[in-house]
């Protein structure tokens, strides 16, 4: 999995747009997933739009939003209300009933509890 995550400066200009499926249609995939974190003031059919159309998952923390297009969720859980939140157990029996609506699903933890919130996440799993 690759990951394009952009600033929040990289707004959904005309030229913004046209350099993503330049860089998009170039570049090769072999056999890689792309997922893209937009940020900023991207409007959901523009994010849709570009994710059909360039064949990335939507990468997102689906506690903040849903995700928009895809088979394959990419989750990045950056802690509601910032980095030191850690997860409930709650929270993330609501993440792993997120992740069984997709074929596959990725979640990345990154707060400052990541390490200790995917053990317990994994352990859920069990």
Not at 21 to 29: K, Q
Not at 50 to 67: I, M, N, S, T, Y
Not at 92 to 110: D, G, H, P, Q, T
Request: net charge neutral; proline share 5%; charged share 30%.
């Amino acid at each position: 999995i690759v990951l394009f995550q952009c600033p929040a400066s990289f707004t959904p200009t005309k030229e913004h747009i046209a350099d993503m499926r330049a860089f998009f249609h170039l570049v090769e995939r072999d056999g890689l997933l792309f997922a893209w974190e937009p940020r900023g003031e991207w409007e959901d059919k523009q994010i849709n739009g570009l994710c059909q159309e360039l064949d990335l998952a939507h990468g997102l923390d689906p506690f903040q939003r849903p995700p928009l297009y895809g088979k394959i969720a990419y989750f990045r859980l950056h802690g509601m209300g910032g980095y030191r939140y850690r997860y409930t157990d709650q929270d993330l029996s609501r993440l792993l009933r997120w992740c069984r609506e997709y074929e596959k699903a990725y979640c990345l933890f990154n707060n400052i509890s990541m390490f200790e919130d995917a053990l317990r996440m994994k352990e859920m799993l069990r």
